[in-house]
C-alpha cells in the first residue's frame, strides 16, 4: 500500500539553532482482522504485508497451520460507513474443513504482551495447542559466534529504520546463519508475525531449523509465537520477560537475551548453543 513512511512538520532544536523541516516518521494505523466475516482482534501496525500479518497471527492462534488451510485473504470494501475502502480491515477465510479453536482463553493471552491471562493457564495453552512440538525437532546447535554475528546483519538489513528510527525488526536465519527473511512493524510482535504468515503462505511451516531475532525485548507473546511456528531458537537484543523465560522451560525454546557484541544470556534451552568446555564454566 506504500503507507509505511509519512512526513509532518517539526521545530528542530540543535545547539541552539532553531528550524523548520519536515520529518519522516513511521506510520501506525490500526488492523481489524476478521476470521470468515467475524471480527476477531485488532492491532496497531505499520501498513504492509498486512495479509501475512493476518496469516501469521492465526498460526499463533493455532489455527493456521499449512498453506492448504488458507482459502483467502481479502482486505473489507465498504469497511467505513460512508463505504469506502481504507485497507485497515481484513477477513481470513479459512478452508471448509480447518476446524477453529476455542478462542475464550486464547483471546486474553494473544492479544497484548501485557497479557490479561498470564501464568500456568497461560503455558498450557501455547503447549496443548502447539502443531509441531519443539523437544520433538532434529536438534540445532549454533555457536555463541554465530549469534553474536546476528544484530549487526539485523540492523544492516533494516531499510525503513534508516528513515525513521522508530520501527521494531524480526529477521529468520538458517542455522548457519543464512538470513532468510526480515520484516519491519512499529509493534514486534506485528513483525514477527509477518514473518510467520509469509512462511505459512510459502509452504515453509514449521520453521524446525531456524534461529528467529528480534531487535526488542522478548516478551512472553513472541515466546509463543516462535513456539507455534516451530522456531527452536529465539534471540533478543534487549530482555526477556519471566514469562517468556518460564514458556521457554515448558516447551523447550532455546531462549537468549541481552544479546549484544560478544555477549548474551541464555535463560532456556541451552543444549543448543555449542559451548566450548573452557566458557562453559561459572
Known sequence: MGRVTERRKVLRIR????STRPDTLVAEE??????????????????????????GFLVSEGVLATAS??????????????????YN????????????????????VYTSSSCGLCGKASLDAVRTTARWPIADT????????????????LRAAQRVFDRTGGLHAAALF????????????????NAVDKLVGRALQNGGLPLSRTILLVSGRASFELAQKAVMAGIPVLAAVS????????????????????LRGTSMNVYAGEDRVALRAATAQG
Open 69 to 86: 488451510d488458507l482459502q483467502n485473504i481479502v482486505y473489507c470494501a465498504g469497511a467505513t460507513v460512508d463505504g469506502s475502502n481504507t
Open 138 to 153: 532434529p536438534p540445532v546447535r549454533v555457536t555463541p559466534e554465530l549469534l553474536a554475528s546476528l544484530p549487526d546483519r
Open 89 to 108: 480491515v481484513v477477513d481470513v477465510r479459512t478452508a471448509p474443513d480447518v476446524a477453529l479453536p476455542d478462542f475464550t482463553l486464547e483471546r486474553n
Open 239 to 258: 530482555a526477556p520477560s519471566s514469562l517468556a523465560v518460564d514458556l521457554a522451560a515448558e516447551t523447550g525454546l532455546t531462549l537468549v537475551g541481552f
Open 30 to 55: 490500526p488492523l481489524e482482522i476478521r476470521l470468515n466475516g467475524k471480527p476477531l482482534a485488532i492491532t496497531m501496525r505499520t501498513p504492509g504485508d498486512d495479509f501475512a500479518l493476518a496469516a
Open 174 to 189: 538458517t542455522e548457519d546463519g543464512e538470513l532468510l527473511d526480515i520484516r519491519e512493524d512499529v509493534g514486534r510482535h
Open 15 to 18: 545547539d541552539g539553532a532553531v
